[in-house]
Structure formats: structure tokens, C-alpha cells
């Protein structure tokens, strides 16, 4: 089955050559979505083609985060003091690169990430597509410009930090993406992004089933193909950290937050097993977190 080539529209946000070969991968669902996966043979990239019924900002109110939509989301402001202890250990990880400055978290959702960040010095900015959450993390001191990282009107090069956890994947048309993301930075700033790395085992292994192929989602990345989305933006350096970078001590401590009796702690068996898998046999997961270098 070949990509209709209204795939034309796919080719002009191309991030790289625009040198696209487009294809019909295969369908993956998600409760009552049904999600078409297409494949660029060029450069592997993958994406939900047609894109026209994944409305973001209808999709993210506050059902998003109640649990009352098909398609849901944890809201982190249930167990904030467990989350911190991720939040905190990944700050840590950027200050030894970055020790202080402007920090714009993109996909900010409530400002608990952000807040951990100015607590430890920064100068926090978000940008949160979601009316009700941004709303939030304003009311709490958390400066969130409520609208998609495109209509931000952010001073070029004013970022020293800019973070995207399980973000880029949300975000359309990826060219002009790339771009932004690039004006907005400091020179020698850090750009960190976590994403399913789908160079890795996991995904491919796992294909249509893979956990990642979710409504919402409209990129698929692989860090071969994401390095070079960056290198052609001006970016020089990277650090790459399987799975994900921040030890397993933080991922133990935020799992109990969600733990309600005293059996839930064997789930720190698999989570030990899965954290160490993607230590020690490097692809094996497909968990990846990139801190890229302008």
C-alpha cells in the first residue's frame, strides 16, 4: 500500500533532505484509535499519516489528566513529592553541564518540573499546549506561555536549557520545529530530548504492538536519524544516555507514589531489570534520552 502522495505535504516538513520516499508500514491501535503508520525508506523517520483528526489542544484538557478520556495522562500534581526525586536527579545531570540560566521546559504540563528547576537556580519559562494546565503552573508562579512551541514568541538565542520529555514526538510539522528550537538556544546551550529511540531492539521487535504508537504521537525518531536532524541545525556534540539519565534510585523512589499496598514493591524487580537491561546491552530498550550541544 503506498502513501497517497497528499504525502507532498509530509516531504515539504521533511527535517533533513526533504529527499522523502514514503510508505505504508503498517496499523497499530490504541483503544479506539486506529493509528496508520508510515515509514520513510530514505531516512527512517516514521509518522501518523493522515494527521488531520489529532486535534492537540481538544485532546489535552482536563479529561487528559483525569482519566476520563480514551486517551489519558498521570497528573503529576497527585504526587509531586515523588516525582521530584526524578525531576531533582535530572537536574543534577544538567548542571553538570549547565550550572544556571534560562531554562524553557516545552510540554511543561502543571510546572513541577520547572519548579524543582528554579528551585535549584534557574530562570523557568514554560510552553504547554493545554489551556488547563498551563493555567495551573501560571497560578503557581510558573511563567508557561499556553499555545504549540511554533506561536511562541520567545528573543532568539535566550536559552541556555531547553528541555523535551516525551515531547518531540507530539510535535507536527518537525522542520520548522528543528529550526525554532535552534534560534531559541544559546550558543554552546543544551538541548535535551527524550524520546523511544526506534533504532532500537524494542520497537523493532515489538512493530505495530510497540507501546509508543499512541494518538497524540505524530514522529517516530531513531537516534541515527535524530543526530542528524541536529547536526543539519548547527548542533556539534552530543550525550546520549539509553534509557534514560538519572539513576535507578530516582525511578524506584517516584514508582511509590503510585504504589497502594505492600506487594506493589515487587514491581521494582521489573523496573530494576528494565533500568539495568538498557545500561548494559545498549539498544536493547528503546528508551533514549540525547543531550544535544548548538
Known sequence: MSLDISGEELKKHCPLDKNCDWCFLFRSTYNYYDLPIHKCNTCELQTIYPKD????????????YSGAAN??????RKQEGYESFVWDARIRNIKKFKKSGNFLDIG?????????????????????????????????????????LLEADFPEEFFDVITLVEVIEHLDKPDLVFEKLTKLLKPGGLLLIQTANFDGKQAKEEGP????????????????????????????????????????????????????????????????????????????????????FK
Open 108 to 148: 511543561s504540563s502543571f510546572g513541577g518540573f520547572l519548579n524543582r528547576a528554579k528551585i535549584a537556580g534557574f530562570e523557568t519559562f514554560g510552553i504547554e499546549i493545554s489551556e488547563y494546565s498551563a493555567q495551573y503552573a501560571n497560578e503557581r508562579g510558573i511563567r508557561t506561555f499556553n499555545g504549540s
Open 209 to 292: 504492538k510497540y507501546h509508543y504508537y499512541l494518538p497524540g504521537h505524530l514522529y517516530y525518531y531513531s537516534l541515527t536519524n535524530l543526530k542528524k536532524i541536529l547536526t543539519k541545525n548547527g548542533f556539534q556534540n552530543y550525550t546520549i544516555y539509553h534509557g534514560v539519565d538519572f539513576p535507578l534510585y530516582a525511578k524506584l523512589f517516584k514508582s511509590m507514589g503510585s504504589f497502594r499496598k505492600l506487594t506493589d514493591y515487587f514491581k521494582w524487580f521489573r523496573i530494576s531489570y528494565y533500568h539495568l537491561k538498557s545500561k548494559f546491552f545498549k539498544g536493547s530498550t528503546s528508551s533514549m534520552v540525547l543531550y544535544a
Open 71 to 76: 486517551y489519558s495522562y498521570l497528573d503529576e
Open 53 to 64: 483528526k489529532y486535534d492537540l489542544k481538544a485532546m489535552y484538557n482536563s479529561s487528559y
